[in-house]
Nanobody, 108 residues
Framework: QVQLVESGGGLVQPGGSLRLSCVASGDVFFVGWYRQAPGKERELIATINAWHRKSYIDDVKDRFAVSRDDAKRTTYLQMNVLKPEDAAVYYC?????WGRGTQVTVSS
């Protein structure tokens, strides 16, 4: 079973940027990026498939960009113009496999 490991989270000021990475232990096909804020449901925010077709929720589509480097077995989530409401634990998922998440904090 493939394992996923996220990284790249941290503390950033509003308006700032972060790039999250999701490294897989094997080949992946369809990767989803999710986030979960305290007290809220985990939500799907972006996806990318093996043909690099992408999708986003409306809240992030003009600010976030998902990409992948299959040679590195890595999927990225570039997050720009971050807002306090973007603060959450961010997860990647492929099929039934989840990473452990990486914390993103947006605060001045």
């Amino acid at each position: 079973q493939v394992q996923l490991v996220e990284s790249g989270g941290g503390l950033v000021q509003p308006g700032g940027s972060l790039r999250l990475s999701c490294v897989a232990s094997g080949d992946v096909f369809f990767v989803g990026w999710y986030r979960q804020a305290p007290g809220k449901e985990r939500e799907l925010i972006a996806t990318i498939n093996a043909w690099h077709r992408k999708s986003y929720i409306d809240d992030v589509k003009d600010r976030f960009a998902v990409s992948r480097d299959d040679a590195k077995r890595t999927t990225y989530l570039q997050m720009n113009v971050l807002k306090p409401e973007d603060a959450a634990v961010y997860y990647c998922r492929e099929s039934n496999t989840w990473g452990r998440g990486t914390q993103v904090t947006v605060s001045s």
